[in-house]
Protein backbone atom coordinates (compact mmCIF):
# COMPACT_ATOMS: atom_id res chain seq x y z
CA UNK A 1 0.00 0.00 0.00
CA UNK A 2 1.41 3.35 -0.78
CA UNK A 3 1.77 6.11 2.23
CA UNK A 4 0.61 9.55 1.54
CA UNK A 5 3.79 11.44 0.26
CA UNK A 6 4.10 13.93 3.75
CA UNK A 7 5.64 10.55 5.73
CA UNK A 8 7.17 7.32 4.85
CA UNK A 9 7.98 5.12 8.21
CA UNK A 10 9.97 1.68 8.01
CA UNK A 11 9.16 -1.45 9.40
CA UNK A 12 12.48 -3.25 10.63
CA UNK A 13 12.09 -6.82 11.97
CA UNK A 14 14.32 -9.10 14.15
CA UNK A 15 12.67 -12.48 13.86
CA UNK A 16 9.50 -11.04 11.97
CA UNK A 17 8.07 -14.79 12.71
CA UNK A 18 7.27 -14.12 15.93
CA UNK A 19 6.37 -10.77 16.27
CA UNK A 20 2.68 -11.47 17.58
CA UNK A 21 -0.28 -9.31 17.84
CA UNK A 22 -1.35 -7.83 21.26
CA UNK A 23 -4.23 -6.04 23.00
CA UNK A 24 -6.15 -5.80 26.04
CA UNK A 25 -8.80 -8.42 26.65
CA UNK A 26 -11.46 -6.46 28.14
CA UNK A 27 -15.42 -6.77 27.72
CA UNK A 28 -17.67 -4.51 26.08
CA UNK A 29 -18.72 -1.23 27.80
CA UNK A 30 -22.03 0.84 26.76
CA UNK A 31 -22.07 3.40 24.27
CA UNK A 32 -21.57 6.81 25.36
CA UNK A 33 -24.06 9.28 25.69
CA UNK A 34 -24.66 12.45 23.93
CA UNK A 35 -21.64 14.80 23.84
CA UNK A 36 -22.38 17.89 26.82
CA UNK A 37 -22.63 21.16 24.61
CA UNK A 38 -19.19 22.36 26.52
CA UNK A 39 -17.39 18.95 24.97
CA UNK A 40 -19.21 19.79 21.70
CA UNK A 41 -17.39 22.95 21.44
CA UNK A 42 -14.15 21.98 22.30
CA UNK A 43 -14.46 18.69 19.35
CA UNK A 44 -15.83 21.03 16.65
CA UNK A 45 -12.80 23.98 17.32
CA UNK A 46 -10.25 21.02 16.88
CA UNK A 47 -11.97 19.65 13.89
CA UNK A 48 -11.79 23.17 12.26
CA UNK A 49 -8.22 23.14 12.95
CA UNK A 50 -6.50 20.51 11.87
CA UNK A 51 -5.09 18.33 9.18
CA UNK A 52 -6.05 14.56 10.58
CA UNK A 53 -6.43 12.05 8.02
CA UNK A 54 -6.92 8.26 7.83
CA UNK A 55 -7.10 5.95 5.46
CA UNK A 56 -10.64 4.13 5.41
CA UNK A 57 -9.25 0.58 6.13
CA UNK A 58 -7.93 1.79 9.06
CA UNK A 59 -11.27 0.82 10.80
CA UNK A 60 -10.63 -2.83 9.59
CA UNK A 61 -7.43 -3.25 11.51
CA UNK A 62 -5.52 -3.57 14.58
CA UNK A 63 -3.94 -0.32 15.33
CA UNK A 64 -1.44 0.99 17.20
CA UNK A 65 -1.51 4.84 18.24
CA UNK A 66 1.96 6.37 19.04
CA UNK A 67 2.00 10.21 20.64
CA UNK A 68 4.78 12.56 20.39
CA UNK A 69 4.69 16.02 20.75
CA UNK A 70 1.28 17.47 19.18
CA UNK A 71 0.36 14.83 17.30
CA UNK A 72 -0.32 10.90 17.28
CA UNK A 73 0.64 8.75 13.97
CA UNK A 74 -1.65 5.48 13.76
CA UNK A 75 -0.30 2.39 12.35
CA UNK A 76 -1.78 -1.41 10.93
CA UNK A 77 -0.72 -3.31 13.42
CA UNK A 78 1.28 -5.52 13.64
CA UNK A 79 2.89 -4.66 9.70
CA UNK A 80 3.67 -1.66 10.78
CA UNK A 81 2.40 0.52 7.93
CA UNK A 82 0.91 4.48 8.48
CA UNK A 83 -2.37 4.71 8.12
CA UNK A 84 -3.46 8.02 9.95
CA UNK A 85 -2.44 10.95 11.71
CA UNK A 86 -4.00 13.01 14.51
CA UNK A 87 -3.11 16.49 14.50
CA UNK A 88 -2.93 20.02 16.29
CA UNK A 89 -3.07 18.70 19.97
CA UNK A 90 -1.86 21.04 22.98
CA UNK A 91 1.06 18.38 23.87
CA UNK A 92 -0.09 15.11 23.77
CA UNK A 93 0.15 12.81 26.80
CA UNK A 94 -0.51 9.27 27.13
CA UNK A 95 -3.23 6.90 25.74
CA UNK A 96 -5.27 4.27 26.56
CA UNK A 97 -8.12 2.43 24.69
CA UNK A 98 -11.14 0.53 25.67
CA UNK A 99 -12.77 -2.80 24.70
CA UNK A 100 -14.95 -0.98 21.58
CA UNK A 101 -11.71 0.17 20.26
CA UNK A 102 -12.43 3.54 21.35
CA UNK A 103 -9.37 5.55 22.03
CA UNK A 104 -8.38 8.06 24.41
CA UNK A 105 -5.79 10.46 24.45
CA UNK A 106 -4.85 12.89 27.31
CA UNK A 107 -3.03 16.35 26.63
CA UNK A 108 -2.14 18.86 28.74
CA UNK A 109 0.74 21.39 28.37
CA UNK A 110 -1.69 24.05 26.89
CA UNK A 111 -5.65 24.66 27.04
CA UNK A 112 -7.50 22.86 27.01
CA UNK A 113 -6.21 20.38 29.44
CA UNK A 114 -8.16 16.96 29.73
CA UNK A 115 -9.06 13.93 27.35
CA UNK A 116 -9.84 13.20 23.77
CA UNK A 117 -11.88 10.25 22.77
CA UNK A 118 -11.61 8.72 19.29
CA UNK A 119 -13.65 5.80 17.66
CA UNK A 120 -11.30 3.23 16.45
CA UNK A 121 -9.85 4.53 13.10
CA UNK A 122 -11.62 7.65 13.30
CA UNK A 123 -10.03 10.78 12.29
CA UNK A 124 -12.18 13.64 14.03
CA UNK A 125 -12.59 13.37 18.18
CA UNK A 126 -15.75 12.02 19.42
CA UNK A 127 -15.21 13.30 22.86
CA UNK A 128 -13.45 15.98 24.94
CA UNK A 129 -13.65 15.60 28.40
CA UNK A 130 -12.17 18.24 30.78
CA UNK A 131 -9.36 17.69 33.73
CA UNK A 132 -8.26 20.52 35.73
CA UNK A 133 -4.80 20.93 35.61
CA UNK A 134 -2.67 18.85 33.32
CA UNK A 135 -3.73 15.51 32.24
CA UNK A 136 -1.06 13.04 32.19
CA UNK A 137 -1.94 8.83 32.84
CA UNK A 138 -5.27 7.61 32.26
CA UNK A 139 -6.66 3.81 32.44
CA UNK A 140 -10.34 2.16 31.51
CA UNK A 141 -12.04 0.13 34.03
CA UNK A 142 -12.84 -3.45 32.05
CA UNK A 143 -16.54 -3.87 34.03
CA UNK A 144 -17.94 -0.90 34.42
CA UNK A 145 -15.92 1.56 31.44
CA UNK A 146 -15.33 4.29 33.79
CA UNK A 147 -12.04 6.18 33.07
CA UNK A 148 -9.39 7.52 35.13
CA UNK A 149 -7.35 10.20 34.58
CA UNK A 150 -4.43 11.49 36.45
CA UNK A 151 -4.14 15.83 37.21
CA UNK A 152 -0.75 15.89 38.13
CA UNK A 153 -1.00 19.54 38.98
CA UNK A 154 -3.63 18.84 41.33
CA UNK A 155 -2.87 15.51 42.86
CA UNK A 156 -5.73 14.21 41.77
CA UNK A 157 -6.94 11.14 39.93
CA UNK A 158 -10.38 11.82 38.15
CA UNK A 159 -12.84 9.47 37.17
CA UNK A 160 -15.60 9.58 34.71
CA UNK A 161 -18.43 7.42 35.06
CA UNK A 162 -18.79 5.51 31.50
CA UNK A 163 -16.25 7.73 30.50
CA UNK A 164 -18.68 10.62 30.06
CA UNK A 165 -20.12 14.10 32.04
CA UNK A 166 -18.22 15.47 34.86
CA UNK A 167 -15.63 13.23 37.25
CA UNK A 168 -15.33 12.61 40.82
CA UNK A 169 -12.12 13.58 42.26
CA UNK A 170 -9.85 10.98 44.23
CA UNK A 171 -6.77 12.59 46.58
CA UNK A 172 -4.19 10.96 48.47
CA UNK A 173 -3.21 14.14 50.29
CA UNK A 174 0.56 13.08 50.38
CA UNK A 175 0.73 11.45 47.30
CA UNK A 176 1.71 13.46 43.49
CA UNK A 177 0.18 10.78 41.12
CA UNK A 178 1.93 9.69 38.04
CA UNK A 179 -0.24 7.07 36.36
CA UNK A 180 -3.08 4.55 37.14
CA UNK A 181 -4.29 0.99 35.80
CA UNK A 182 -7.46 -1.25 36.64
CA UNK A 183 -7.19 -4.40 37.45
CA UNK A 184 -9.61 -6.96 35.87
CA UNK A 185 -11.79 -6.95 39.22
CA UNK A 186 -12.35 -3.06 38.90
CA UNK A 187 -9.82 -2.12 41.37
CA UNK A 188 -8.08 1.61 40.62
CA UNK A 189 -4.11 1.74 41.24
CA UNK A 190 -2.01 4.57 41.43
CA UNK A 191 1.30 5.66 41.28
CA UNK A 192 3.76 8.44 41.57
CA UNK A 193 5.54 10.36 44.85
CA UNK A 194 5.19 10.74 48.51
CA UNK A 195 7.60 13.95 47.71
CA UNK A 196 10.79 12.38 46.85
CA UNK A 197 11.76 10.14 44.43
CA UNK A 198 10.90 6.86 45.81
CA UNK A 199 7.95 5.19 44.22
CA UNK A 200 4.73 5.25 45.67
CA UNK A 201 1.82 2.74 45.15
CA UNK A 202 -1.62 3.08 46.45
CA UNK A 203 -5.21 1.09 45.72
CA UNK A 204 -9.06 2.54 45.17
CA UNK A 205 -10.97 -0.67 45.70
CA UNK A 206 -14.14 -1.14 43.34
CA UNK A 207 -16.56 1.05 45.03
CA UNK A 208 -14.08 2.61 47.37
CA UNK A 209 -14.02 6.51 48.41
CA UNK A 210 -10.88 6.62 50.07
CA UNK A 211 -7.25 5.60 48.49
CA UNK A 212 -5.24 2.92 50.36
CA UNK A 213 -1.88 3.04 50.95
CA UNK A 214 0.31 -0.14 49.64
CA UNK A 215 3.43 -1.11 50.99
CA UNK A 216 6.20 -1.88 48.58
CA UNK A 217 8.73 -4.55 49.79
CA UNK A 218 11.57 -3.89 47.30
CA UNK A 219 12.51 -0.21 46.87
CA UNK A 220 12.05 1.23 43.54
CA UNK A 221 13.60 4.16 43.01
CA UNK A 222 12.00 6.15 39.87
CA UNK A 223 8.83 7.56 41.04
CA UNK A 224 7.51 8.44 37.36
CA UNK A 225 7.07 5.69 34.75
CA UNK A 226 3.69 4.43 33.11
CA UNK A 227 1.64 1.54 34.57
CA UNK A 228 -0.34 -1.39 33.24
CA UNK A 229 -2.49 -4.51 33.93
CA UNK A 230 -0.93 -7.16 32.48
CA UNK A 231 -3.76 -9.83 33.52
CA UNK A 232 -2.27 -10.89 36.67
CA UNK A 233 0.48 -8.37 38.14
CA UNK A 234 0.66 -4.47 38.43
CA UNK A 235 3.50 -3.58 35.86
CA UNK A 236 5.54 0.04 36.56
CA UNK A 237 8.38 1.06 34.53
CA UNK A 238 11.46 2.74 36.47
CA UNK A 239 14.36 4.22 34.86
CA UNK A 240 17.77 2.54 35.38
CA UNK A 241 19.82 5.18 37.95
CA UNK A 242 23.29 5.22 35.84
CA UNK A 243 24.39 5.40 32.70
CA UNK A 244 21.84 6.03 29.24
CA UNK A 245 18.58 5.82 30.27
CA UNK A 246 16.49 2.10 29.90
CA UNK A 247 13.31 1.07 30.96
CA UNK A 248 12.82 -1.53 33.60
CA UNK A 249 9.47 -3.12 34.10
CA UNK A 250 8.66 -3.81 37.49
CA UNK A 251 6.04 -6.74 37.70
CA UNK A 252 4.74 -6.71 40.96
CA UNK A 253 1.90 -9.17 43.14
CA UNK A 254 -0.25 -6.65 45.45
CA UNK A 255 -1.94 -8.82 47.96
CA UNK A 256 -2.73 -7.95 51.51
CA UNK A 257 -2.15 -3.96 51.28
CA UNK A 258 1.80 -5.54 50.20
CA UNK A 259 3.31 -4.94 46.83
CA UNK A 260 5.63 -7.83 45.95
CA UNK A 261 8.18 -7.75 42.86
CA UNK A 262 8.40 -11.21 41.57
CA UNK A 263 10.40 -10.41 38.18
CA UNK A 264 11.90 -6.83 36.09
CA UNK A 265 11.72 -7.04 32.62
CA UNK A 266 15.36 -5.20 30.89
CA UNK A 267 14.20 -4.87 27.86
CA UNK A 268 17.34 -5.30 25.16
CA UNK A 269 19.39 -2.28 23.71
CA UNK A 270 16.60 -0.14 25.02
CA UNK A 271 17.77 3.92 25.69
CA UNK A 272 14.49 6.07 26.18
CA UNK A 273 13.47 9.72 26.77
CA UNK A 274 11.50 10.73 29.90
CA UNK A 275 9.03 7.97 30.83
CA UNK A 276 7.55 7.23 28.16
CA UNK A 277 4.79 4.69 28.10
CA UNK A 278 4.55 1.36 27.34
CA UNK A 279 1.76 -1.12 26.53
CA UNK A 280 1.69 -4.85 27.47
CA UNK A 281 -0.78 -8.10 26.46
CA UNK A 282 -0.17 -12.09 26.81
CA UNK A 283 3.99 -12.08 25.37
CA UNK A 284 4.75 -8.71 23.93
CA UNK A 285 5.77 -5.45 25.12
CA UNK A 286 5.68 -2.40 23.30
CA UNK A 287 7.53 1.18 24.80
CA UNK A 288 8.43 3.90 22.60
CA UNK A 289 12.19 5.30 22.28
CA UNK A 290 13.75 9.06 22.16
CA UNK A 291 17.23 9.87 22.07
CA UNK A 292 18.12 12.89 20.87
CA UNK A 293 16.49 13.43 17.57
CA UNK A 294 16.08 9.28 16.89
CA UNK A 295 12.22 8.30 17.47
CA UNK A 296 11.31 4.70 17.58
CA UNK A 297 8.69 2.05 18.84
CA UNK A 298 10.01 -0.84 20.22
CA UNK A 299 8.54 -4.04 20.82
CA UNK A 300 9.83 -7.26 22.92
CA UNK A 301 9.08 -10.52 23.95
CA UNK A 302 7.24 -10.18 27.13
CA UNK A 303 8.52 -11.24 29.81
CA UNK A 304 12.24 -12.11 28.81
CA UNK A 305 12.83 -8.71 27.23
CA UNK A 306 14.26 -9.73 23.85
CA UNK A 307 13.64 -6.96 20.84
CA UNK A 308 11.47 -8.42 18.16
CA UNK A 309 10.85 -5.45 15.70
CA UNK A 310 11.24 -1.75 15.63
CA UNK A 311 8.92 1.32 13.71
CA UNK A 312 10.87 4.29 12.61
CA UNK A 313 9.56 7.50 13.71
CA UNK A 314 11.90 10.44 12.02
CA UNK A 315 8.98 13.20 12.01
CA UNK A 316 7.39 12.92 15.41
CA UNK A 317 8.90 14.68 18.43
CA UNK A 318 9.90 12.97 21.46
CA UNK A 319 7.76 10.25 21.50
CA UNK A 320 5.70 9.85 24.46
CA UNK A 321 2.36 7.56 24.59
CA UNK A 322 1.28 4.52 23.37
CA UNK A 323 -1.79 2.03 22.95
CA UNK A 324 -3.30 -0.39 20.95
CA UNK A 325 -6.55 -0.46 19.74
CA UNK A 326 -8.74 -3.64 18.45
CA UNK A 327 -11.04 -3.22 15.94
CA UNK A 328 -14.66 -3.25 17.58
CA UNK A 329 -15.42 -7.42 16.14
CA UNK A 330 -12.50 -8.52 18.17
CA UNK A 331 -12.89 -9.79 21.75
CA UNK A 332 -9.15 -9.31 21.68
CA UNK A 333 -6.80 -8.29 19.29
CA UNK A 334 -6.56 -11.79 16.85
CA UNK A 335 -2.44 -12.99 16.47
CA UNK A 336 -1.49 -12.69 12.78
CA UNK A 337 1.05 -14.41 10.92
CA UNK A 338 2.98 -11.70 9.05
CA UNK A 339 3.61 -11.72 5.81
Known amino acids: MKLPALRRYALCFGTA ?9 QPPIGAPGAMPQSQTSVVAAHAQRDGSWMLPEATSQDLLYVSGGNEVDVYAYPSGE ?7 FHGTGYECAD ?3 DVFITTGSGSPSGVYEYAHGGSQPISFLSVPYSAAGCSVDPLSGNLAVVGIDSDSVYVFVGAQGSPVAYRDPDLRAWDVAYDDSGNLFAHGSYG ?37 YIDIATETAAGPRRSVVNRLKVANGKATTIG ?7 ETGYWP ?12 STIGRIQKVFSWKYPGGKEM ?22 ARVQRKTLQ
Not at 309 to 330: E, F
Request: a negative charge; one cysteine or more; hydrophobic letters at 40%.
Open 82 to 88: QVGSLTN
Open 99 to 101: SAG
Open 309 to 330: AKISDPNNYRLWGVTLSSMPSH
Open 17 to 25: ALLAACGGS
Open 196 to 232: NDQLALVELPKGGSEFQDITIESKLDTAYGAMLWDGK
Open 277 to 288: EFWIDSDMIIEP
Open 264 to 270: KVWLARQ
